[in-house]
């Protein structure tokens, strides 16, 4: 039987006892037997974890590497065991959340208070930006990210798609009147946004052909919900995801125009996080906990029934 925690426990003690004799004393084994425990550590591992003399042990530089990897593994063990034990509500600590404005403010906080209730003891460290956040440096464990991710050593989770659409509100479209080709567009005041990644073309089918039609306007922001507040304000024609306006449009506070024409306008969303196997319990629950609701926010036919 693969005993290696019991093992990694034994070396522990005799690193912190300073002797074989003492670490054998303290958990009630003889010394012959923790002797042998640590020569089977280091036969399996092929390398010397300590060097023995008459007086003393120190500790070898791969020593000391088990001595500091044991210590977290058995650490993660005895947290899991006792979240387990205790029930989710003991899970605590910081997750930190980047996450663009739109998603973050329609789809993701309405989804707080019941994770709470989940999960009293985690702190949700929540940034709303548009901009890609570095998650190394800006020490974010999980950001929301809608377009193609780069390829990169982090992990993801798919949540869905985001599909946009062409709206205006009708105060904007009785003074301009409505577009009804991609031509039309040169007409009219197209809101836009100012992102490095961004580019001033919305996706449109022109004559059974997917193209790319260039727009300007009297706005370029770092945010979709600006785009939008300006777009309700009669301002101008908006390029937004479907999760963003899907109230407005029901209200008819925005209306979608060139339906039609738009071509299949679509951008991947994802949650990006660190960590992997070695992922925090409080990131992990957090992940499981919002992941599945996200999807059904960008998908609300493939919800489950209540």
Same mark, same amino acid.
């Given at each position: 039987?693969? !005993?290696?925690?019991?093992?990694?426990?034994?070396?522990?003690?005799?690193?912190?006892?300073?002797?074989?004799? /003492?670490?054998?004393?303290?958990?009630?084994?003889?010394?012959?037997?923790?002797?042998?425990? @640590?020569?089977r550590?280091e036969?399996?591992?092929?390398?010397?974890?300590?060097?023995?003399?008459?007086?003393?042990?120190?500790?070898t530089?791969?020593?000391?590497l088990?001595? /500091?990897r044991?210590q977290?593994?058995?650490n993660d063990?005895? /947290?899991?065991?006792?979240?387990?034990?205790?029930?989710?509500?003991?899970?605590?600590?910081?997750?930190r959340? !980047?996450v663009? @404005?739109a998603f973050? @403010?329609?789809?993701l906080?309405?989804?707080?208070?019941e994770?709470w209730?989940?999960y009293?003891?985690? @702190? =949700?460290?929540?940034?709303?930006?548009?901009?890609? %956040?570095? +998650?190394? +440096?800006?020490?974010?464990?999980?950001?929301?990210?809608?377009?193609?991710?780069?390829?990169?050593?982090?992990?993801?989770?798919?949540?869905?798609?985001?599909?946009?659409?062409?709206?205006?509100?009708?105060?904007?479209?009785?003074?301009? &009147?409505?577009?009804?080709?991609?031509?039309d567009? $040169?007409?009219?005041?197209?809101?836009g946004?100012?992102?490095?990644r961004?580019a001033? %073309?919305?996706?449109?089918?022109?004559?059974?052909?997917?193209?790319?039609r260039?727009v300007?306007?009297?706005?370029l922001a !770092? !945010?979709?919900?600006t785009?939008?507040?300006?777009a309700?304000?009669?301002?101008?024609?908006?390029?937004l995801?479907?999760?963003?306006?899907?109230?407005?449009? $029901?209200? &008819?506070r925005l209306?979608e125009? +060139?339906?039609?024409? %738009?071509a299949?306008?679509? /951008?991947?969303?994802?949650?990006?996080?660190?960590?992997?196997?070695?992922?925090?319990?409080?990131?992990?629950v957090?992940?499981?906990?919002? =992941?599945?609701?996200?999807?059904? =926010?960008?998908?609300?036919? $493939? $919800?489950?029934?209540q």
């Amino acid at each position: 039987m693969d !005993n290696r925690a019991g093992e990694m426990q034994v070396f522990l003690r005799v690193v912190e006892a300073g002797s074989f004799s /003492e670490a054998a004393r303290l958990m009630r084994m003889t010394p012959s037997t923790v002797s042998k425990l @640590v020569a089977r550590i280091e036969a399996r591992l092929g390398v010397r974890l300590i060097e023995r003399s008459t007086r003393r042990l120190s500790l070898t530089a791969e020593g000391r590497l088990y001595y /500091e990897r044991s210590q977290t593994v058995l650490n993660d063990l005895d /947290e899991v065991e006792r979240e387990l034990s205790l029930g989710a509500a003991t899970t605590g600590g910081t997750v930190r959340v !980047n996450v663009s @404005v739109a998603f973050g @403010v329609l789809a993701l906080e309405p989804l707080l208070p019941e994770f709470w209730q989940s999960y009293p003891n985690i @702190v =949700v460290d929540l940034s709303l930006s548009d901009e890609i %956040v570095d +998650l190394y +440096l800006d020490r974010t464990d999980v950001a929301f990210r809608i377009g193609p991710l780069p390829d990169s050593g982090m992990m993801a989770r798919r949540i869905g798609l985001a599909h946009r659409r062409i709206v205006a509100a009708p105060a904007y479209l009785q003074r301009h &009147g409505t577009p009804h080709s991609a031509d039309d567009l $040169a007409r009219h005041n197209c809101l836009g946004f100012n992102f490095r990644r961004s580019a001033p %073309v919305w996706p449109l089918r022109e004559s059974g052909r997917m193209s790319g039609r260039t727009v300007r306007g009297s706005l370029l922001a !770092n !945010n979709g919900d600006t785009v939008r507040r300006l777009a309700l304000a009669g301002m101008g024609l908006a390029r937004l995801a479907d999760f963003h306006v899907r109230d407005d449009l $029901a209200a &008819g506070r925005l209306v979608e125009v +060139l339906a039609g024409i %738009v071509a299949a306008d679509e /951008e991947p969303v994802s949650a990006v996080y660190l960590g992997g196997a070695r992922m925090p319990q409080r990131v992990r629950v957090f992940l499981d906990f919002m =992941v599945p609701r996200l999807q059904a =926010v960008l998908d609300p036919a $493939a $919800a489950p029934a209540q």
